[in-house]
């Protein structure tokens, strides 16, 4: 019997262990899911809600587009009927699968610094700050005081190698540390000297904008605008999705992706071409850059892109 009765006091400690730990990851889970519903609240504002107001400044150059009937701009969702009202965009509503999906709740769509490419590190090429798994070819302007930046993309139907793997072409504007955590990003915009708010337009059509309230150091100015191509494959191998067309920049006008007409704001609210641009992209044999002026009709502009894994690029 005393076997026995210890092998039940055994056991009635071992559940009584499993239960706390039970009951301890039921906490855990349910003060996670608060967590969930309250960033919820804050990033699902109301089902419908206009931008009654307009930029306060334009740059010198950039037209007032108030008073300028807009052209429509079609989207692949407008195929099943659906349309949103006048001054109103779409944006997908955030669901709680999506941020139990993420792997911290406070920084759920937030980029990490070493995900935003660094090619300012010139002392090391080799410290260059992107993280594994993207690949960049980008142009970009000497560190200064930026208020904006106005360009034309060529946009292409790159093919994409292996699901999870995407390709995007795109203007980055930064301003911050890359080496701690207080990096401010935005990708398109200009700011508003007043309210120091960045504006979004596209054609004729005033998007919206990013409050200043939710930076820190672009409250102020830009340090850095750049453009160009990125590619992102999470698998260890090299990807042959295409960045842009799929062509080198050196393959030229009708093949390789491009970038005109390519200004940025001064601290005088006015448009006008970068002098400089560097260049950025760490495996030129998989995606490269090559930048040029015409003082015709294209500007300053840049020709990128390539199609990764090639007899080159292993």
């Not at 206009?50 to 334009?58: A, C, D, K, L, V």
């Not at 904008?209 to 102020?220: A, E, G, K, R, V």
């Not at 003082?295 to 892109?305: L, M």
Request: proline residues 7%; glycine residues 8%; positive net charge.
């Amino acid at each position: 019997m005393a076997v026995t009765r210890a092998c039940l006091i055994a056991l009635v400690v071992a559940l009584a262990v499993v239960e706390a730990a039970a009951g301890a990851a039921a906490g855990t889970s349910e003060q996670r899911r608060r967590q969930v519903r309250s960033l919820l609240k804050r990033l699902n504002k109301n089902p419908l809600a206009s931008i009654q107001m307009h930029p306060s400044y334009h740059p010198e150059g950039l037209s007032d587009d108030s008073n300028i009937a807009p052209h429509p701009i079609t989207q692949t969702w407008h195929q099943n009927g659906c349309k949103c009202p006048p001054n109103t965009i779409p944006i997908r509503r955030t669901k709680e699968e999506d941020v139990l999906r993420a792997s911290s709740i406070r920084r759920y769509g937030k980029k990490r610094p070493r995900s935003i490419p660094n090619f300012f590190s010139v002392d090391d090429p080799n410290k260059l700050n992107v993280t594994i798994g993207h690949q960049h070819a980008i142009a970009y302007t000497p560190k200064a005081r930026y208020y904006g930046t106005k360009t034309s993309i060529n946009l292409w139907q790159p093919t994409i190698g292996r699901a999870k793997d995407f390709s995007l072409a795109q203007l980055w504007i930064s301003g911050g540390s890359y080496s701690g955590n207080d990096l401010n990003t935005i990708e398109a915009g200009w700011q508003d000297p007043k309210g120091g708010n960045w504006w979004l337009k596209v054609g004729n059509h005033t998007l919206g904008y990013w409050p200043s309230t939710i930076f820190s150091y672009l409250q102020i100015s830009a340090s850095y605008v750049m453009w160009g191509g990125e590619v992102y494959s999470p698998y260890a191998d090299q990807t042959s999705t295409d960045m842009g067309s799929g062509h080198f920049p050196g393959e030229g006008l009708s093949k390789a992706s491009y970038i005109r007409n390519i200004q940025v704001v001064d601290p005088f609210n006015k448009l006008s071409s970068p002098n400089v641009l560097g260049l950025g992209n760490k495996q030129p044999n998989c995606y490269n850059v090559e930048s040029s002026t015409n003082s015709v009709n294209w500007g300053t502009y840049i020709f990128y892109g390539g199609p990764g894994k090639n007899p080159s690029c292993p």
